[in-house]
């Protein structure tokens, strides 16, 4: 199975700073044929249930704010949230979709100071 | 609008048995393949199971291999999760989850459910 190894496991940033969640992979999610790299991220918050933010590292689902980006490849990805607004507050996942089973990062914490 | 309700869940005794079940509307449900995904107390998101378009082929998590089954009904536009023989770790939030693609092979998830929570306890 991949592993998915998100850091930091908890970030606290002031409104309006750059917020950056890293996910590392333990194989390679890169697939040559196609050259996309099967790595999604998600916003989880309370009562809610998740939402698909990126797909294929950097793609950027539809109605998702601008001021989140997903980069990286291979086994290295990153989300950065440009300038954090309050209702970014959330727990955020990295998902690899390279193969079954499908493997979640084990979840950011992202908080306001 | 794409909307996924689940039902089912409850209280149940270690051993038991339960099965959940997921309402698809919005889209083409029959061609889609479909997941569960679950949130144990405290704990980050596990996929535990998918089932492809025309249910003819399924995927389990090592977790839950043997003891859960997926299954579908593209007539009632329905996903179901048997669950059977189960333990105090099973206690979780389940979420239906739609793939993006229909064969079942790895995907991610555009849609999600609301979850139903399971709770294994004597």
């Known amino acids: 199975d991949i592993v998915m190894t998100q850091s930091p496991d908890s970030l606290v940033v002031s409104l309006g700073e750059r917020a950056t969640i890293n996910c590392k992979s333990s194989?390679?999610?890169?697939?040559?044929?196609?050259?996309?790299?099967?790595l999604a991220w998600y916003q989880h918050k309370p009562g809610q249930p998740p939402k698909l933010l990126v797909y294929w590292a950097s793609a950027r689902e539809s109605g998702v704010p601008d001021r989140f980006s997903g980069s990286g490849s291979g086994t290295d990805f990153s989300l950065t949230i440009s300038s954090l607004q309050a209702e970014d507050v959330a727990v955020y996942y990295c998902?690899?979709?390279?193969?079954?089973?499908?493997?979640f990062g084990q979840g950011t914490k992202l908080e306001i100071k | 609008e794409v909307q996924l309700l689940e039902s089912g869940g409850g209280l149940v005794q270690p051993g038991g048995s339960l099965r959940l079940s997921c309402a698809a509307s919005g889209f083409t449900f029959s061609t889609y393949a479909m997941s569960w995904v679950r949130q144990a107390p405290g704990k980050g998101l596990e996929w535990i199971s998918v089932?492809?378009?025309?249910?003819?082929?399924?995927y389990y998590a090592g977790s839950v291999k043997g003891r859960f089954t997926i299954s579908r009904d593209n007539s009632k536009n329905t996903l179901y999760l048997q669950m059977n023989s189960l333990r105090a770790d099973d206690t979780a939030i389940y979420y239906c989850a739609k793939d993006f693609w229909g064969d079942g092979s790895s995907s991610y998830f555009d849609y999600w459910g609301q979850g139903t929570l399971v709770t294994v306890s004597s």
């Open positions: 194989q390679n999610v890169l697939y040559s044929s196609n050259n996309k790299n099967y």
């Open positions: 998902q690899q979709y390279y193969s079954n089973p499908r493997t």
């Open positions: 089932i492809n378009y025309s249910a003819g082929t399924t």
